[in-house]
């Protein structure tokens, strides 16, 4: 049977300020990439979100991204190789704490680091020399056909290969940016068509209409749209009735 990931970013409040349905969407999903600080999420939620994701079986993982709360780690910013090596590890050890095991299972970077990372050889190789030195065991998500996913083979980390269900692609295979207008798939029969056809044709469209040739390990899925949970539940149901087994990467 095909298998896949299905991942989630999650601990995403912070203070006072609620983000997410986090514990709605954790009984459907396999992996959940936690907040770290930087971008969002605080201790108490950082310690709260690892509790309920061990609760529900599900797979641990770090979520690190740039030192900028308000813009909520989607602005690009100038950020020194060393630096993000740096930051990269103490986020990572940050959430390490709050393990029952003092063990994770993933890092994905977030937004902005991410996405950056996906075309800077010299930041995606100092986020995988971060990593490495921290757990080279540790599993790095990464854009399909990008190249943090790329350095990360170079650097013998495991590589799961990330695709978006709610997502477009532009032609050179990166996701299309939010400040666009067509950045996000709305129609949710459309997004889970999308997300079959990857996993089971190897493919997506780009927003120019040209074919992407994409191998899917793990689909993110986003809690905190009003109609999240039940879009989570779509997504699982439609993989299952495809044959397609829903376990961790």
């Known amino acids: 049977m095909t298998k896949i990931d299905l991942n989630c970013d999650l601990g995403e409040s912070f203070g006072r300020y609620t983000l997410g349905l986090d514990e709605e969407v954790l009984p459907y999903i396999t992996s959940a990439n936690i907040a770290c600080g930087f971008h969002a999420g605080d201790p108490e939620v950082m310690q709260q979100t690892v509790t309920n994701a061990e609760a529900n079986h599900v797979e641990l993982g770090a979520h690190p991204g740039l030192r900028d709360l308000q813009g909520f780690g989607r602005r690009k910013m100038a950020i020194a190789p060393a630096t993000a090596k740096a930051e990269m590890k103490y986020q990572i050890g940050a959430l390490m704490a709050f ?145 397609i087994d829903v376990v961790a990467m």
């Open 99 to 243: 393990s029952a095991t003092g063990k994770l299972h993933h890092v994905k970077p977030h937004g902005a680091l991410y996405n950056m990372a996906a075309k800077d050889t010299a930041l995606a190789t100092a986020i995988c020399e971060g990593i490495a030195e921290v757990d080279d065991s540790l599993i790095l998500v990464a854009l399909a056909n990008g190249e943090l996913a790329r350095v990360g083979r170079e650097k013998g980390l495991r590589v799961a290969q990330e695709v978006f269900a709610d997502r477009q692609y532009e032609a050179d295979g990166s996701l299309v940016s939010r400040t666009k207008p067509n950045a996000m798939v709305t129609d949710e029969d459309e997004a889970v068509s999308r997300v079959i056809k990857m996993i089971t044709q190897h493919e997506i469209v780009a927003v120019d209409g040209s074919k992407l040739a994409i191998t899917p390990d793990t689909i993110c899925v986003h809690g905190d749209g009003v109609k999240a949970v039940a879009f989570v539940k779509k997504i699982h149901a439609a993989l299952t009735a495809n044959k």
